[in-house]
Structure formats: C-alpha cells, structure tokens
C-alpha cells in the first residue's frame, strides 16, 4: 500500500479528487492537522478576532503571554473566562463529526492534532473511537496548577471564581500555550511520529505558517505519502500538497469521504 502511494504522490505532482478519495479510503494510517478554520463554521472566531469589544484595545500579545499573566493574571483570566464561556455555547459542526467518523473507520491508524483549543473535536467523538487526538495548544476548558503543573478541569463559567484555585489551593492559569512558549514535548513527539509514519495526511483550516505545526505534512511529503490540503485560501502548504480542494472543512471532508 506505502509503496502504491508513494508512486503516485512523485508522479501525479498533483492528484484528482478521485485519486485523493481511493487514497483515503486504502490508506491504514491517516495524520490529521486541522486550525482554526475547522471551528470557524461553529461561529469560533480566529484568535486575533476574538479581539472584540473591549478586548479590541489590547493585542492578543498582551494576554496571551507569560509576561502578560506575571503583570495582570486577573486581567488574563478575565479574556480566557469569556472564550471558554463562547465555546462552551457553540456545537460541533459537520467537519468535526466527520473527522470522527474517519476515525472510526481506521481506528488505531488514525491520529488528529489539531491547533484549536475549544474542545469541539472531543466534543464530536475524536479520540474515543481507537484513534488519538492530541491538541497542541492546550484547551480552554482546563487550568494548570502553577505549582504542579497537574491539569484539572474548569468548573462551568457560571460557577468559575477568578483566578481559580487547583484542588489543592494553588493559583492555577489557563492550560494554553502562550507566545514565548514551546509546544507539549509529548504531544508533538506524537505528531510528527504520526506524520512521519502516515500514508495520508490532511491539513485543514490552518494558515501553514506556524511551525512547527507546519512542518508536520512535510514530514509525511518527505516519507512518499500523500498530502491533502482543504482550506478555502491558498497558503504556503498548497504548492506541496498532492491536493489543495478550495472548500471549507466540512465540505471539503464530504467531497474525499464521499464514496463513489
């Protein structure tokens, strides 16, 4: 099968859809990598539009940094309270639910990462169906013991104290990755062994801009797999990708998950 794939991806220099779909459908080990584009058709803003309001007069910057949380932890949490209030409100749409159900077709070879911290993918069924879901920039949904680094669960916002306290009494801050920080080493360990070693990977809904997330279909690129891009603009991925569909998530998942 690696090899069959590998052929095509040097040959066709770019596939149709319905190459793209049979590689899909034959393929036993599948990467996902999906941003803010995915989240975006369950009314998710970007994070730099999240700046709305009275949050339009600071820079995502100035609140999303250890800097910021050292100088103002009150203001910080005060931003982060109010996007986990909004995600708690919005739905998984129709390209998390298909993403589940990806998985429930390749089960263990299937992994999904994604740069999004709402939440929605696990609220969909990711990562309860054989595969695994590792999200890269933390959740908004969880705090981490400043002491510990133990993570605990939010309570819901109608019930959140700030800043919250960890079971144990200690300050807690947003389990996010902020600027100036690195990535989990874990979780991206696992993507890229997941990347390295998949015969087809997706990329959706992301700019490819941020490494070293954006690094991660070329792992798979340099191996001989496929790469598949959906996103509605092109970005620095595209010109590498085996196949670059301009549609959104959930149509763009339709479109390869359709069977003929």
Do not use: C
């Not at 933390?138 to 104290?161: C, I, K, M, Y």
């Amino acid at each position: 099968m690696r090899s069959r794939i590998r052929a095509a991806s040097r040959y066709l220099q770019g596939m149709d859809l319905a190459q793209a779909r049979a590689a899909l459908r034959a393929a036993r080990r599948v990467a996902v990598l999906t941003g803010a584009g995915i989240s975006a058709e369950s009314g998710i803003p970007t994070f730099r539009d999240a700046q709305t309001g009275h949050w339009a007069r600071f820079r995502p910057e100035d609140l999303a940094s250890p800097g910021a949380y050292r100088r103002d932890p009150e203001l910080v949490w005060a931003w982060y309270a109010g996007r986990y209030r909004d995600v708690l409100s919005a739905q998984p749409n129709r390209g998390h639910d298909l993403l589940a159900e990806l998985e429930r077709q390749k089960g263990a070879g299937f992994f999904l990462a994604t740069q999004n911290v709402d939440g929605l993918h696990a609220r969909a069924g990711s990562g309860s169906a054989g595969g695994k879901l590792v999200e890269l920039h933390g959740n908004l949904s969880q705090a981490r013991d400043e002491q510990t680094g133990e993570v605990f669960p939010l309570p819901h916002p109608d019930e959140l104290t700030l800043p919250p306290l960890s079971p144990g009494g200690q300050p807690m801050r947003p389990n996010i990755v902020w600027f100036g920080e690195f990535l989990p080493e874990a979780a991206l360990d696992a993507a890229q062994r997941a990347f390295a070693g998949a015969e087809v990977a997706l990329v959706i809904g992301t700019s490819s801009v941020v490494y070293p997330a954006a690094g991660l279909a070329h792992e798979t690129r340099r191996r001989g797999g496929v790469v598949i891009e959906l996103n509605p603009e092109a970005t620095d991925l595209s010109a590498h990708a085996d196949l670059s569909l301009r549609e959104t998530a959930s149509r763009g998942l339709e479109l390869l998950m359709e069977r003929a």
